[in-house]
């Protein structure tokens, strides 16, 4: 009786130990790309922004990633305070309070759960936002970012299109996302960790 006892608390320990492993292997954390300090994915570009870092006001609140949502705020309209929409001089690269407010205003119009904090449910609506550029110039876009879209390089050049305003991204070999930065006209890297704002 004593042996089973023991055989079957050592069973359990061995089974428990296994589930833990194979949870901790196969969870994957709601900011992964932002452990490699940039916006990025590889695949398919159209879930790519699901598994994202979050942003907020404590969160990579200074960082190029926000200056990248602040420009789908500006892109989609989104209000900053009871009277005036987001514009291109909020453009900062700063997650603070017109954010913040900016936010929880196109959470609520997109259906969202309204707490101004950019998480995985806020991020996810933007995969199905991007479309395909035109095919200009035997596979170069002739706009700002004058570069190559062609599957040998794994380049990857597309437009976010808002209500209202859209602007260029490009995923590059290393599958880090850029963008252009419509308050400068500048090409920013999506960096969690530095404000190219």
């Known amino acids: 009786m004593n042996f089973r006892s023991t055989r079957s608390r050592s069973a359990a320990a061995v089974l428990g130990a296994l589930a833990a492993v194979t949870l901790?292997?196969?969870?994957?954390?709601?900011?992964?790309?932002?452990?490699?300090?940039?916006?990025?994915?590889?695949?398919?570009?159209?879930?790519?922004?699901?598994?994202?870092?979050t942003l907020s006001t404590t969160s990579y609140a200074i960082s190029s990633a926000t200056c990248f949502w602040q420009n789908v705020l500006y892109a989609e309209g989104a209000m900053k305070n009871d009277e005036f929409r987001f514009a291109k001089?909020?453009?900062?690269?700063?997650?603070?309070?017109?954010?913040k407010y900016a936010t929880r205003n196109l959470q609520n119009r997109w259906g969202l759960t309204v707490d101004g904090v950019v998480g995985e449910g806020t991020m996810s609506k933007l995969d199905a936002k991007r479309t395909w550029l035109p095919d200009?110039?035997?596979?170069?876009?002739t706009g700002h970012l004058k570069h190559e879209r062609t599957t040998d390089t794994g380049v990857i050049v597309v437009t976010y299109y808002g209500k209202y305003h859209s602007f260029a991204m490009r995923r590059g070999e290393t599958g880090r996302w850029t963008f252009e930065d419509v308050s400068t006209g500048s090409?920013?890297?999506?960096?969690?960790?530095?404000?190219?704002c």
């Open 136 to 141: 200009v110039d035997g596979g170069v876009w």
């Open 89 to 99: 001089s909020d453009i900062d690269g700063e997650f603070g309070s017109k954010t």
């Open 24 to 53: 901790a292997v196969s969870a994957t954390p709601a900011s992964a790309a932002a452990s490699n300090g940039y916006i990025s994915g590889g695949g398919s570009i159209y879930d790519d922004f699901g598994d994202e870092g």
């Open 187 to 196: 090409h920013n890297k999506a960096s969690y960790t530095e404000n190219d």
